[in-house]
């Protein structure tokens, strides 16, 4: 979108409609939302980790019905199979021979309701779909919808019945984000709207598939200056030298930060990456992929403060990407 300014314009808008239009349901909590649409734009996938009833299952929701999109969602609990989740071979005795049946997986966008409620095995059930896009079953391969948005949910680790996520998956998502409660006046709205409807606001689609597609294509047409790159490639380098962390951003994480910059970025307006868009979007998207030394935890050292101190050590350049339109 670098010389495309009514390109540039379009996205806007429409990012600006489905904002709009998603935070009739999640009140008082715009960064939530954009992240969520960074994540989307981005091709990503999107962690949400907070206590029940804070309002994970309705953004995903939302998100769905606003880009006219099929959403299903998933519960997991430590008995939910695999098979579940992508789906099975089933024979078919008319036809005389096996025929695939799809499983939840297959939608727009995918609710992984309390994820870590499910077996490391059924957990691991989800990571090709969200690499590669499509469900393998009998050496059989599946492409799942486009655009394609996994949504898990996970409640905090300390609660009865949970499964730590293993680290391969974890890095299998883009971001990583927490709700959290909303403020007083937020809350009163929602009560307030509550007692007039009995029921949640459903909002309605403000664009289609189409035009997802398209603003997913043009977020990886944002410019992003060399300064820029270096920038990026410094971070996560950084994290790799901290004593604190065993395991620090490796090149996914990398380049998960720079696309998400570029989404960022395009939401909120510009066809180029500025420094700002990266340190805003790096919490999100490389506090799960730090690995603290069991040094570090008894301590209680804690990633995001490491991160904090690894955006504020590293010089910011200066002017990157100014004047780029």
């Known amino acids: 979108m670098t010389h495309q300014p009514d390109a540039v314009g379009t996205f806007a808008r429409v990012h600006g409609d489905l904002l709009t239009n998603v935070e009739q349901v999640i009140r008082g909590k715009t960064e939530v939302v954009r992240l969520a649409l960074a994540c989307l734009f981005a091709g990503g996938h999107l962690l949400v980790e907070d206590v029940p009833g804070v309002g994970k299952t309705s953004l995903a929701k939302a998100l769905a019905a606003s880009i006219d999109g099929t959403w299903h969602r998933i519960q997991f609990t430590p008995d939910l199979l695999p098979g579940d989740i992508t789906g099975v071979s089933v024979w078919n005795q008319q036809s005389n021979r096996f025929e695939f049946r799809p499983g939840a997986v297959f939608a727009n966008v995918v609710v992984a309701d309390e994820i870590n409620r499910a077996s490391p095995k059924t957990q691991s059930a989800l990571l090709e779909v969200m690499e590669e896009r499509q469900v393998t079953v009998d050496a059989i391969g599946y492409p799942v919808p486009e655009p394609f948005l996994v949504l898990a949910t996970q409640n905090p680790i300390d609660?009865?019945?949970?499964?730590?996520?293993?680290?391969?998956?974890?890095?299998?998502?883009?971001?990583?984000?927490?709700?959290?409660?909303?403020?007083?006046?937020?809350?009163?709205?929602?009560?307030?709207?509550?007692?007039?409807?009995?029921?949640?606001?459903?909002?309605?689609?403000?664009?289609?598939?189409?035009?997802?597609?398209?603003?997913?294509?043009?977020?990886?047409?944002?410019?992003?200056?060399?300064?820029?790159?270096?920038?990026?490639?410094?971070?996560?380098?950084?994290?790799?030298?901290?004593?604190?962390?065993?395991?620090?951003?490796?090149?996914?994480?990398?380049?998960?930060?720079?696309?998400?910059?570029?989404?960022?970025?395009?939401?909120?307006?510009?066809?180029?990456?500025?420094?700002?868009?990266?340190?805003?979007?790096?919490?999100?998207?490389?506090?799960?992929?730090?690995?603290?030394?069991?040094?570090?935890?008894?301590?209680?050292?804690?990633?995001?403060?490491?991160?904090?101190?690894?955006?504020?050590?590293?010089?910011?350049?200066?002017?990157?990407?100014?004047?780029?339109?």
Do not use: C, N
Request: proline residues 8%; positive net charge.
């Open 159 to 325: 609660l009865e019945g949970t499964y730590r996520l293993p680290e391969a998956q974890l890095d299998r998502f883009l971001m990583r984000i927490a709700v959290g409660y909303p403020d007083l006046a937020a809350e009163e709205e929602i009560l307030t709207g509550r007692a007039r409807s009995g029921g949640p606001p459903v909002p309605r689609p403000v664009t289609t598939l189409e035009a997802v597609h398209w603003m997913v294509a043009a977020t990886a047409a944002v410019h992003v200056d060399p300064a820029v790159v270096r920038y990026v490639a410094t971070i996560t380098a950084a994290t790799r030298e901290r004593p604190e962390l065993r395991l620090g951003a490796s090149p996914r994480g990398s380049l998960a930060l720079l696309r998400a910059a570029q989404s960022y970025a395009a939401g909120e307006g510009r066809g180029y990456v500025v420094p700002d868009d990266v340190k805003r979007i790096a919490p999100a998207v490389l506090i799960h992929r730090l690995l603290l030394t069991p040094e570090a935890e008894v301590r209680g050292v804690r990633a995001a403060g490491v991160l904090s101190e690894v955006l504020a050590g590293v010089p910011v350049p200066a002017a990157a990407g100014a004047g780029v339109r």
